[in-house]
């Protein structure tokens, strides 16, 4: 990825509501209802980075485990504040809202009409595609894929990476370009497990309800400075917060980690390729292909220098 690439999808699980309230001594869905400036602050930050597709996990098909209390806020939360309070702005502002996940009996009817009314009310806006993760889970997206394969009749020699997306719950739904969690936990819980196959994956410490703009550019800057190469071969790694470089001075990130600055993967602001006056990548890709060719000149000399004094590597064939 060239330093500075773009995030067309942004996938995030917003984690850590309950921690939040309980570090406050507060029941955990005082985490949940503190969530809304952090709901704000990621579509205002999609919006403004102009990211096509942000999707955001806001239930699992495993959160049903949770107290039932809790479970019924949860449920009528997204639809009653979420979803009232913030629809007409998004609306105005070109975002399309749309649900990816199942109904269920749990789920009361008239959530389902609110959120379904604002999926009408979106439907032609094309600005962001805000996609909300309810009742949802990788491994059932999976499974209901290859179900429906088999009631169409696919035939298992049809069955190609191409034709199993257009078979998933959202066929549009592009692969994740980052995979952000909040909250400080390092997995991705049954999210998107098709559509990160090779999404770059950010943690950050911060509980959800914290989650603010600079957390925002912070987790775009540690997207930026990696390296994506889907199985493929790329040029030298640049250094990063993942491949420390060794001029770069270390600051502690909003991630409570130790990460370098921001401009350590900038064109020409590293040490040994700021001396060249080009870019990081290519400045150490040119170093290493460069220190290969003197290998192979000093093999190639050395072989010279012993023929030319007529000694031999090994028995000739003749
Ligand atoms: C995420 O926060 C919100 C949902 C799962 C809906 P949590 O409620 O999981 O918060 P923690 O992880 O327990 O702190
Ligand atoms: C993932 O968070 C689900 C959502 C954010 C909606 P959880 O808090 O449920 O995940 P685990 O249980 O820590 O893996
Ligand atoms: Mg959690």
Redesign the pocket.
């Known amino acids: 990825m060239t330093p500075g690439a773009s995030v067309r999808h942004l996938a995030c699980?917003?984690?850590?509501?309950?921690?939040?309230?309980?570090n406050r001594g507060l029941d955990?869905t005082h985490?949940?209802m503190a969530?809304h400036h952090a709901f704000d602050a990621i579509v205002d930050g999609a919006l403004g980075e102009g990211v096509e597709w942000l999707t955001l996990?806001?239930?699992?098909t495993e959160?049903w485990a949770?107290p039932e209390e809790?479970v019924t806020f949860?449920v009528h939360f997204l639809a009653e504040r979420v979803i009232k309070r913030s629809v007409s702005r998004m609306h105005q502002r070109g975002v399309r809202l749309r649900l990816l996940g199942w109904e269920d009996p749990r789920i009361p009817v008239d959530v389902m009409d609110r959120l379904r009314e604002a999926e009408e009310l979106t439907r032609r806006n094309t600005t962001l595609h805000l996609t909300l993760a309810f009742n949802y889970g990788g491994r059932r997206d999976l499974c209901e894929t290859a179900r429906s394969l088999v009631s169409q009749g696919v035939t298992p020699e049809r069955i190609s990476p191409d034709t199993f997306a257009r078979h998933m719950a959202l066929p549009e739904l592009p692969d994740v370009d980052l995979l952000l969690r909040t909250?400080g936990?390092h997995r991705i819980s049954n999210f998107l497990l098709w559509h990160c196959a090779y999404a770059e994956l950010v943690f950050l410490d911060v509980?959800?309800p914290d989650f603010r703009a600079p957390h925002f550019q912070h987790a775009l800057e540690l997207y930026r400075q990696r390296q994506r190469r889907f199985g493929a071969v790329g040029p030298a790694t640049a250094p990063g917060p993942d491949h420390p470089a060794d001029d770069g001075t270390a600051w502690p990130g909003a991630d409570g980690r130790t990460v370098l600055p921001a401009v350590a993967a900038q064109p020409g602001r590293t040490g040994r390729a700021g001396l060249l006056g080009l870019p990081t990548t290519i400045a150490s890709h040119l170093g290493a292909s460069l220190l290969n060719g003197l290998k192979e000149t000093a093999r190639f000399a050395l072989l010279q220098f012993s023929d030319d004094h007529g000694q031999t590597h090994g028995p000739e064939p003749w």
Do not use: V
Request: net charge neutral; no cysteine; proline share 0%.
């Open positions: 699980i917003m984690d850590g509501n309950g921690r939040w309230a309980q955990r985490g949940h969530a996990f806001a239930f699992s959160n949770r809790e949860l909250g936990e509980l959800w």
